[in-house]
């Protein structure tokens, strides 16, 4: 199956960053390649691109696709909470730019076989890297029935979480939940039938929730943003797509705090606590879709764009 994905806020991303044509970036979340095309676009001869993406579809569909742009363009299989270890093998030390599209890709849902969607029947899998071993349905099977409530919970913001785990936690004593279909049937089974007629697939907070745990998605994104923003030169800028309100809650947060470290009582004269601001927050509110975007791409609606700029 093609690698196929259209680049969600695409201009609004790219020109975030201020390209400057010899400038080093960072993708990421480099997924088919669709901002890094643009990015790559607007670089000389001397500008460089740096794709990072934890998918091997991904790392192979990129790589083809910016073939076009040659040495400008280093893609690296990795999460891109390695960012800096990644950097600094490549002889690297500051760059001007990093971006990340967070989510799951067009492809991923797309493909059944990948096991993140609960339209269709497949493995339960949902791993964004095939080279880890444990999958989701490690975690559906595996996991006891509090850590199942909690994840889906407080990564689905699922108000049935407990009845849902319940059920999970009796139908794998009886058989090892081993796919998609299996677990929706569970989940459709606690859901209050007028719940289902209005809230869209009773599954989707649920496979979230997996898909975040299993993948550690908040958790690399909290731990990475503080290190991103120290890679940048002064004036570079970090610009983070978001999907849900867990993620952009992260992102709004640490840019903040990034922003104003301050810890001092607020009815101190002066700061004495010596923590320094790293820049400013240039997107007061985040930059969102346009109503033509969204009706061209449906899975654009919850986007949302931060951006922070290093001093």
Not at 278 to 288: L, Q
Request: charge should be neutral; hydrophobic fraction near 35%; charged fraction near 30%.
């Amino acid at each position: 199956m093609m690698f196929e994905h259209k680049p969600v806020l695409l201009y609004e991303t790219v020109d975030s960053l201020m390209i400057r044509p010899d400038g080093i970036y960072v993708d990421g979340t480099l997924g088919g390649g669709g901002h890094a095309w643009e990015v790559c676009s607007r670089l000389g001869e001397k500008g460089r691109l740096i794709g990072i993406d934890q998918d091997g579809d991904a790392i192979e569909a990129a790589s083809e696709r910016l073939k076009p742009f040659g040495h400008k363009v280093t893609v690296v299989r990795s999460n891109y909470e390695r960012i800096a270890e990644i950097l600094e093998e490549l002889g690297i030390g500051q760059v001007d730019g990093i971006y990340l599209d967070l989510g799951v890709s067009s492809h991923q849902f797309d493909d059944a076989g990948r096991g993140f969607t609960y339209r269709e029947d497949a493995p339960l899998d949902m791993r964004m890297d095939q080279r880890q071993i444990r999958t989701a349905a490690d975690i559906v099977n595996d996991y006891s029935e509090a850590e199942l409530y909690r994840i889906i919970r407080d990564y689905g913001e699922e108000k049935f979480a407990g009845n849902i785990a319940r059920h999970i936690a009796r139908q794998r004593q009886v058989k090892r939940i081993e796919t998609t279909g299996e677990l929706c049937e569970i989940i459709k089974g606690v859901i209050p039938m007028k719940m289902r007629a209005t809230g869209g697939h009773p599954a989707k907070r649920t496979f979230q929730a997996l898909r975040i745990e299993l993948n550690r998605e908040l958790d690399v994104l909290n731990s990475s943003i503080d290190t991103m923003i120290g890679l940048l030169k002064p004036g570079g800028r970090l610009s983070i797509i978001t999907f849900h309100s867990l993620e952009d809650r992260i992102v709004k947060n640490r840019f903040r705090e990034n922003e104003n470290p301050c810890q001092c009582p607020p009815d101190f004269p002066v700061c004495v606590c010596g923590r320094v601001s790293r820049g400013k927050i240039i997107t007061r509110k985040p930059v969102v879709p346009t109503d033509e975007e969204i009706s061209e791409n449906k899975r654009c609606k919850s986007s949302k764009l931060r951006v922070f700029e290093r001093s």
